[in-house]
C-alpha cells in the first residue's frame, strides 16, 4: 500500500511520517537547511500485518504543487494533514481539491500540533476540516488528532493504516507492466536507477522494458538487473508498489521525471487524450474552449489546450467531454487521472479521467464520435465494449482497445468473449464485430462477387481492393482482409492468387484456345524472366499473330498472364517471383544504393536478363505501385506487395 501525505507548508506533514516510520523524508540539503519540503520525499514502515507501507511526503508550498502532483498520482491513500493551530489553509483547500479530482475515496484527517492547543481548537479545526471534504470521495474519513512532538494519537494512526492495509489491494494485479518514473540517478557499481509506483501489472529481474516516451518512435528497450520493492531487495515488484529498478540499456541518460517504463505493447505515446472533464466549483468563470492549461498526468508535465467537445463552455462545477491538445507526447491510458492548473500555474482548476488515449485530431465533435467517447466512460471494460459495438460503425479494433484498458491477453479474451463480439483476428490484428454486421459482411462479399461474375463473365474475379470497394468501401482493409479469410475458409468464396471468385464460377478456354495455350505454357516456364513477345510466339508457332495476341488478352483476364509492357506476357508466378526478388533486394540493400533502395543493375543481375528488359519490368512495377521511383533508384512499397499474389517466405 502506498500512503501519500497532503497539507499546507509548515503543518507537519514529513515530521509525522517520521513519527511513524523514523525516517527524515526530507533526502535534499537544501530542504534540511530551510526545513521545508521541495521535492517528494520517501520513506516505508512495517505494519503489524507484516506488510510494508510506503509513504510520499509531499511539499506543500504553492511553488512546488507540480512536486506534489508527481507524487499524489501514485498513492493508495491519503494522510491530510492540518495544524491544530493554523487550521484549513489554502494548500488545505488546493491539496484537498487535487485528492478529489483524482478520485481518491481512501484516507484519514490528521489534526497535528495538537500539543499547542486545546480541546475546543481541535474540534473547530475538526468541523472545518469537514466542511472542506464535505462535497467530495473523503467526506465520510477518519480525523485522528496527534501530536509529532509528544507522541499523541501515532499509535492510534498507525492501527488505522494497518486496518486499511488488511483490506487487500488497492490495484488489480492484472494488465501489462507501468511504472511511472519519479527519480532517476546512478548508484556507483550498479548504474542507473529508477523509480516510482508501479500503476499496474508485475515486473521481474531479467525483463525487458521499453522507456516511453523516448528519443526513438519505437522506445528504448532497458533490462531489469535488480529490483527494490517497498524498500527491499526482490525478484519482482507487483502493482500498489514503490519500486527502484535499476536498469541498463542504451539512450537512458535522457530519462527524466514523468516518462514511464512499460511491457513494451503499451507503447504508444500521445500528445491528443480525449476526456471527460470536471472544472471545480471554486472557479470564478466558465472554462473556454482552447485555454492554455498545465497538464498533470502520472509523472509528467506538460502544457495544453482544452477543447471542449461538446459545449462551449464548461460552467464551474460541472464536467463535459475533452480533448486535450499537448505541447508534446506523453504515456497515457484509459483510466488515467489527470489535474490541471491555470496557464501560470499558480492554482488547480480542473481535473479528470482519460476516455481515449490517442484522440482524432479531426471529427472530433461529430455526434458519432461523442457517443463513442460517452461508451468508454467508465471502469467496464466489457459494458464498453458492449456499447461501442451496438454504435455504427459496429466493429472495434481490439488491438487499440487492448492497449488503451491495459488489459493482458488472457483478460482480453475474457472480455471479448462476455460482450458477445464476433472475433476476427490475426497475428497482426484483431478486430470486434456486432454479430450481425459480420452476417451482413459475408453476404455483400459474395453478392458483390455474384454481380461481377454476371458482368464480366470472363473475369476470373476481383482483388481485395475492389472487392472491399464493392462490399464495404470504409470498412479497413485488415478487417476486410481477415473477413474474406473467413468466407475461404467457410467456402463460401475461393481465392486464387490476388482474385477472389464464387465457387462456382469458372472462366475456361475454347478448344482450339486450349491447344494453342498448351504450346505457350512450357515456353513461358521455361523462359521465365524473358519469355517471347506475342510476335514471337505466333512466328514460332505458325500461328496467326492476331490469334495469340486475343489468346493472351483472354488469358490477362483470367489472371494467369500478366502484360508488363507492350507484347511482353509473364506469368503471373513468375510476375511474384520477380516481386520477391525486389523485396529481398530491397531488405540486403547497403551502402551504394541506400537503406531499402533498389538499383536497376541490382534488379537486372538478379533476373539475369539485359538491362532494357529490367527496366520496362521496374516500371511496371512503379505503375502498379509495388515500387516507388526515388531518382534512379526503387524503394518498395510494401502494402501493395500481394497484388499478383501471396509473396512466401
Sequence with gaps: MIVGTAGHIDHGKTALVKAITGVDAD?????????ITIDIGFAYHPLASGEIVGFVDVPGHERFVHNMLAGATGIDCVILVVA????????????AQILDLLGLARGVVAITKCDLVDADRVAAVTADVRAL?????????????????SGAGINELTA??????AKGPRRPAGGRFRLAIDRRFVVEGHGTVVTGTVVAGRVAVDDRLLLSPSPRPGGVEVRVRRIHAQNRLAEQGVAGQRCALNIAGAEIDAIARGDWLIDPALHAPTDRLDVRLRLLASEARALAHWTQVHVHLGAAHAMGRVALLDTEGLAPGSAALAQLVLDRRIGALHGDRFILRDSAARRTIAGGMVLDPAGPPRHRRTPERLSMLAALDGTDAVAALRQLIALPPHWIDLGAFVRSWNLAPAEAEQAWARAGLAIAKDAAHAFGVAPAKWTELGRRIVDALAQHHAKQPDSPGLDATR?????????PAPLFALALAARAAAKAIVAEGPWFRLPTHQVTLGPAEERLWARILPVLRSSKFEPPRVRDFAKSLGAKEDDVRTLFKRLARMGRVVLVAHDHYYLRETVVAMVKLVVGLSERSGTAAGPGLVTAAMFRDAIGTGRKLAI??????????????????????????????????
Aim: aromatic share 4%; glycine share 10%; hydrophobic share 45%.
Design 27 to 35: 533526502r535534499l540539503p537544501e530542504e534540511r537547511r530551510r526545513g
Design 84 to 95: 491544530a493551530d493554523d487550521g484549513v489553509m489554502p494548500q488545505t483547500r488546493e491539496h
Design 133 to 149: 471534504l464535505a462535497r467530495t470521495a473523503l467526506a465520510d474519513c477518519v480525523v485522528i488528532p496527534v501530536s509529532a512532538v
Design 160 to 165: 488505522w493504516l494497518d486496518a486499511e492495509a
Design 467 to 475: 472487392l472491399r470497394g464493392a462490399a464495404d468501401p470504409k470498412l
Design 616 to 649: 520496362l519490368v521496374l516500371e511496371f512495377f512503379d505503375r502498379v505501385g509495388i515500387t516507388v521511383r526515388v531518382g534512379d533508384l526503387r524503394r518498395v512499397r510494401t502494402d501493395r506487395l500481394g497484388i499478383f499474389g501471396r509473396i512466401e517466405g
